[in-house]
């Protein structure tokens, strides 16, 4: 599942010449396959519940119907991959597993949602930063208690952001401050801006705490990584970033201990570690040169 608080111009140009996308996405499935990012939790909600308009039984009906769309398609499909390019046939295997994964979603959502979640139906962006974010983490909330999703991507604050917050004392845009030039009070409102996102992570980490799951709680079965991708705005430091992982990972990650990795390691070499200790086998991720110890 893929979320974020901002939408993206995905046919702009941000940085150097490149797309939006690249620094308004974090999500991918390919190098060159980004995952559509949903702000609106509206639609958020509709893509994990539905939109309640089937009675219980009829979801329950839909449930229980594992077959796909596509099963009555493959004869025309097998056609079509025979008469286009090699390139072209991993575009269509790319297209129809992002449609069988939806369907995967859906039915799972379906299962979960028998009966109307105790959770309304948001009625579209929230006015303010803060109760939008709420709402976003509130519906990640749900997804986990009803182990509609176990993999979520949350995005607060896209690249080149121009949101204000004068809620915080701060009606400056963000992006602009964070070429702060050593200035000590755009330097504090960046610090305010941190703060105040942190804040809001927190409170959702609280409520994941105070859920009971199994033999435990939601944050004892997590791991959820915050950071970002640079450590210091003003020049564009995309080194010494503070990462966080919050959780007790089902005991796979020790917590409370500072990590500190050799300077010019990839942060994809963190990540390709992260996917191992959760069972997936890979040898490379991104630009990884290898696993990063987290023992």
């Not at 390019?85 to 269509?92: C, E, H, K, V, Y």
């Not at 995967?104 to 959502?109: D, G, H, L, S, Y």
């Amino acid at each position: 599942m893929e979320l974020a608080l901002e939408s993206v111009d995905s046919g702009s140009s941000c940085d150097f010449g490149r797309s939006c996308v690249y620094t308004g996405t974090i999500a991918w499935a390919g190098p060159t396959q980004p995952l559509p990012m949903e702000h609106d939790p509206s639609a958020a909600f509709v893509r994990l519940f539905g939109d309640g308009t089937a009675d219980a039984q009829a979801r329950q009906a839909r449930a229980r119907q594992k077959g796909s769309i596509l099963d009555s398609l493959m004869d025309e499909v097998a056609r079509l991959q025979a008469t286009v390019s090699a390139p072209d046939r991993s575009r269509l295997s790319g297209y129809l597993e992002s449609v069988r994964d939806v369907e995967r979603r859906i039915q799972k959502a379906v299962a979960f949602n028998a009966e109307e979640p105790s959770f309304d139906r948001p009625a579209g962006i929230p006015d303010t930063f803060a109760q939008h974010a709420r709402l976003m983490f509130d519906l990640q909330w749900l997804a986990y208690q009803g182990d509609v999703t176990r993999v979520v991507t949350f995005m607060m604050g896209r690249e080149f952001s121009g949101r204000t917050y004068p809620e915080i004392g701060v009606p400056d845009a963000h992006h602009p401050i964070s070429h702060h030039q050593r200035d000590p009070i755009r330097m504090e409102k960046c610090a305010k801006i941190n703060h105040y996102h942190v804040s809001l992570f927190s409170e959702f980490v609280e409520k994941l705490r105070t859920t009971p799951d199994g033999d435990g709680s939601l944050l004892d079965h997590a791991a959820i990584v915050y950071g970002a991708g640079m450590s210091e705005g003003n020049g564009h430091v995309p080194e010494n970033l503070p990462i966080l992982i919050v959780g007790g990972a089902n005991g796979r990650i020790a917590g409370g201990r500072h990590l500190k990795f050799a300077k010019g390691t990839p942060l994809a070499n963190f990540h390709l570690s992260l996917l191992d200790r959760f069972g997936v086998r890979i040898d490379r991720h991104g630009n990884s040169t290898g696993p990063a110890s987290l023992d």
